[in-house]
């Protein structure tokens, strides 16, 4: 009877950890037809073959400040009102896409059904609080956050921009650190 349960549970844990590896691999690089490293004249083409996203053209598109960073917000409010979208944005680097923003409008979707959804395709999330579900792999980290917004960042070049823009402890900071090590 032991080796029984044994196996049963050696099985039932395979499969777990298989559905685990999976769903961590078989996160989206993109939304609907857009995806990370696209440019921007490519993502706009995109955005004008569907009107869900309500871009309106060019006057959607604005530098970030900081060298090589442009940023598309698109809103449906008055081009595409039966859309489930609110607003996107989509933020480029070096001319390639690497984040998607997604607000989604609350009188037509509800968090719990896209978290559900969310968790059917990809397991349960890397990271849970009450504001945000994370999900994460090797390139891609998406998340649900409150009230209502979806996030898809491609995270090899989120975590080299981090890294760039890490600025050196003050001294103060540093001896309170050191202080708090040796304790």
């Known amino acids: 009877m032991l080796k029984i349960f044994r196996k049963l ?3 039932a844990f395979s499969l777990l950890l298989a559905s685990v590896l ?3 691999e078989s996160l989206p690089t993109g939304f ?3 995806h990370f490293g696209m440019s921007v004249d490519e993502v706009k083409e995109e955005l004008k073959k569907d009107a ?3 871009f309106r053209g060019d006057r959607d ?3 970030l400040p900081g060298e090589n960073r442009i940023l598309i917000e698109t809103d449906t409010s008055r081009t595409a009102p039966y859309s489930i979208l609110e607003r996107c944005w989509f933020q480029f680097y070096e001319d390639k896409l690497y984040t998607i923003t997604i607000n989604m409008k609350k009188s037509k979707m509800d968090h719990y059904s ?3 959804t969310l968790t059917e395709k990809y397991g349960t999330p890397d990271f849970l609080n009450p ?3 994370e999900w994460k792999n090797d390139d891609v980290i998406m998340s649900l956050e409150r009230p209502l ?3 898809y960042t491609d995270r090899k070049i989120f975590e080299d921009l981090q890294s760039k823009a890490m600025v050196n402890k003050t001294e103060e900071e540093q001896s309170k650190q050191e202080f708090l090590d040796l304790l």
């Open 9 to 11: 549970f050696t099985v």
């Open 22 to 24: 999976f769903a961590e």
């Open 32 to 34: 609907k037809n857009i």
């Open 52 to 54: 869900s996203f309500g």
């Open 61 to 63: 598109v604005s530098l």
């Open 114 to 116: 896209i978290y559900t």
């Open 131 to 133: 504001e945000k579900s």
């Open 149 to 151: 917004t979806l996030k």
